[in-house]
Structure formats: C-alpha cells, structure tokens
C-alpha cells in the first residue's frame, strides 16, 4: 500500500546543489518517521539525513552535516533533501525509506520498512 517515490537526482559539478524529493503515498506522513540514505557501487548504505512527525529528532551523517537538510510537507505527504557544496564523494544512489512513527532517528536501514527505488546523484565535472 506504501509507495515512494525519489526524484531529482542527476549530474553536477563539486560545489553545487540538488534538491532531492520524496513523494509518499498510502499513508499519512505526519503519523511516520521519514530518513535519506544514500548507497555508492561497493559501499554500505549508509544514513544521511531523518526527521520525524514532529520535526525536532534529525540526524546527519558526519560527512554531510553542515551540508546536506532534510525537510517535511506533512500536507502533500513530501520530503526533501537539500544537498549544497556537493562534493565527488557524494555520488550515490539516494534513498528515501519511512516507517511508524518513534521519538528517535535512526541512520540504521533495517529499521525501515518502506523504500522508493533511489534516484542518482553524480558529482563531478
């Protein structure tokens, strides 16, 4: 009954910017914790940005943090990812994965049990 949808992704130079987003249907958002995670060819999958129902539990990885926000449109049942001062070893493929609503984020991808099937983000000249 859930589905998702990523869009947004494509090819950019090291220092520019891509909006991801994430469109969800068969539920409503505002009742599910929703997180970005991103894969590249041979690497773990690997957490990047989450928010909850409530909008103040978010995590960031590390490497993006300062970089990459998330954010919710609860009313058209969308998420965003906002990626700025991209870099070559950011190219992935991003995912968007939801699940029941919990007072914590995680970056850990067995703990969601909704996924879209990715969008490309390469970054290179």
């Known amino acids: 009954q859930v589905q998702i949808v990523e869009s947004g992704g494509d090819l950019v130079q090291p220092g520019g910017s891509l909006r991801l987003s994430c469109q969800v249907s068969g539920v409503s958002l505002d009742g599910y914790v929703t997180a970005w995670f991103r894969q590249a060819p041979g690497k773990e999958r690997e957490g990047v940005s989450c928010v909850a129902m409530n909008g103040h539990s978010t995590f960031n990885a590390d490497s993006t943090r300062g970089r990459f926000s998330i954010s919710r449109d609860d009313a058209n049942n969308r998420v965003y990812l906002q990626m700025d001062s991209l870099r070559p070893e950011d190219t992935a493929i991003y995912y968007c994965?939801?699940?029941?609503?919990?007072?914590?984020?995680?970056?850990?991808?067995?703990?969601?049990?909704?996924w879209g099937q990715g969008t490309q983000v390469t970054v290179s000249n």
């Open positions: 994965a939801v699940d029941r609503n919990w007072d914590f984020c995680s970056g850990d991808a067995d703990l969601y049990e909704y």
